[in-house]
């Protein structure tokens, strides 16, 4: 299509030839001829004299380049926008393989997919438009709302319910046992069977090979538009609040609550039965032991508010030398207090 037409479409007002024909999109590195690219942050602004991209979606500030570009405050959004003109996700037809295997009372939406040896078992619901991929289980009373797609050797385990147009990535195991061990007297632990439920609500997405668990009472509960990414690790009990982001290897142990739009970057580990307030954000291998407020922006182990771990994290790395200039500065004490004749451990 031509940059005008997709100018249009995205809602961006156009600077050079509106006329140049789009067919593609690619990282601006890599860009060519006919494909669109976008910048956003100055890092990037020395790539605008080399790449060969048709146009270029670029934010307010970043200086205008010698070929077309579309403006607007919200470059990665708009590109992202412009992606989905150019590539749809293949999705199977309707129908059920004649390997899956349904149980009794099954009820089946509109135009729902079930792929080859997938397992639904009693009393399961799946709402119109559901892809369920090959080699998934889902366990007995699960209930699953439209257009949710499911990949390839997922488990939903009894006691689940998933809202709409959720994404649940290879792997994910959703609804298994929390981890529920009393100890007794003994010295050996005794199960705690994990009675709750786990729901889910709409646009959730979870990433491979993630894990949410069931609790022995009440629910774990994750709220609409919640985004989780590969190998997240959530306890049962846990709380997650509308629109959060939980990134690779993100850990909350069981109880914890999460607020709305927080964003706990790789590895960040969340302590039980904490709570951590509405828009944190905690960096990269955060360690959070104890209530966060709402707001804050944390890093390190144990938490310390970013620009506090900063300035230590500074200091850490002068270490060796601080230590070196204590160790001078003694001996030269010691040096003036022998010269004055102070005793340097006097008597009680």
């Excluded at 629109?243 to 969340?270: D, E, M, T």
Aim: aromatic share 6%; hydrophobic share 40%; glycine share 12%.
């Amino acid at each position: 299509m031509k940059l005008a037409e997709l100018a249009a479409y995205l809602g961006c007002p156009v600077e050079g030839n509106a006329e140049v024909e789009i067919h593609g999109v690619a990282p601006l590195q890599q860009a060519g001829p006919g494909e669109l690219s976008f910048v956003e942050g100055e890092k990037f602004y020395p790539l605008l004299k080399v790449t060969r991209a048709e146009a270029l979606i670029l934010g307010p500030k970043v200086p205008t380049p010698d070929i077309p570009c579309l403006r607007t405050e919200h470059p990665r959004l708009i590109f992202a926008r412009a992606l989905e003109l150019f590539y749809r996700p293949v999705h199977p037809a309707p129908g059920i393989h004649p390997t899956a295997i349904l149980g009794n009372n099954v009820r089946l939406g509109q135009d729902v997919h079930l792929g080859a040896h997938v397992v639904v078992a009693d009393d399961v619901v799946l709402g119109d438009g559901v892809i369920v991929y090959p080699n998934c289980t889902l366990y007995q009373g699960v209930r699953v709302g439209a257009h949710t797609v499911i990949h390839a050797n997922c488990a939903i385990q009894e006691r689940t319910e998933i809202g709409s147009d959720c994404v649940f990535q290879s792997g994910a195991v959703i609804g298994a046992e929390g981890f529920g061990f009393v100890p007794t007297a003994d010295g050996s632990w005794y199960k705690m069977q994990q009675s709750g439920h786990v729901v889910l609500g709409d646009r959730v997405e979870v990433g491979a090979n993630t894990t949410i668990d069931r609790p022995a009472i009440g629910e774990t509960r994750i709220s609409n538009g919640v985004k989780i990414d590969n190998q997240v690790m959530i306890g049962h009990g846990v709380q997650v609040g509308e629109n959060s982001l939980l990134v690779s290897q993100v850990g909350l142990a069981g109880g914890a609550k999460i607020g709305r739009n927080v964003i706990l970057a790789g590895q960040v580990g969340v302590a039980d039965h904490i709570n951590v307030g509405d828009r944190v954000i905690a960096s990269a291998k955060t360690g959070i032991p104890g209530d966060v407020e709402a707001g804050m922006v944390i890093s390190g182990y144990p938490a310390l508010p970013n620009a506090v771990w900063r300035r230590a994290s500074a200091i850490y790395r002068r270490l060796p030398e601080l230590y070196q200039t204590i160790r001078t500065l003694q001996r030269q004490v010691a040096d003036l207090q022998s010269r004055l004749g102070t005793d340097t451990h006097p008597d009680p």
